[in-house]
Nanobody, 119 residues
């Protein structure tokens, strides 16, 4: 079992920055991809950014150039640096981890952290 604990959400004004963190703990064998997703009220959950264990990253077009995902594999932690925040970034942000056990991939989600951006 893997537990994910997110932190760093909050209320910021447009143009400001926030940094989210997600720490994975528990009986960890190997983590493949780590990522951030978000869900705004009345909308479906959407991908924000992902990072593989080899360092490749992927971003939603809406956050490219503003958000940066990074990970510390030794600490089983993934970060999301969010700059130039916009009101449309307001959402609950969820951490997602792909945990590999032998050849099976188990997907874990964090509990979510609220990010609110005021105009």
């Amino acid at each position: 079992q893997v537990q994910l604990v997110e932190s760093g959400g909050g209320l910021e004004q447009a143009g400001e920055s926030l940094r989210l963190s997600c720490v994975a703990s528990g009986n960890i064998f190997s983590i493949k991809d780590m990522g951030w997703y978000r869900q705004a009220p009345g909308k479906q959950r959407e991908l924000v950014a992902t990072a593989t264990n080899s360092g490749s990253t992927n971003y939603a077009d809406s956050v490219k150039g503003r958000f940066t995902i990074s990970r510390d594999n030794a600490k089983n932690t993934v970060y999301l640096q969010m700059n130039s925040l916009r009101p449309e970034d307001t959402a609950v942000y969820y951490c997602k981890v792909d945990h590999v056990v032998n050849t099976l991939i188990w997907i874990y989600w964090g509990q979510g952290t609220q990010v609110t951006v005021s105009s």
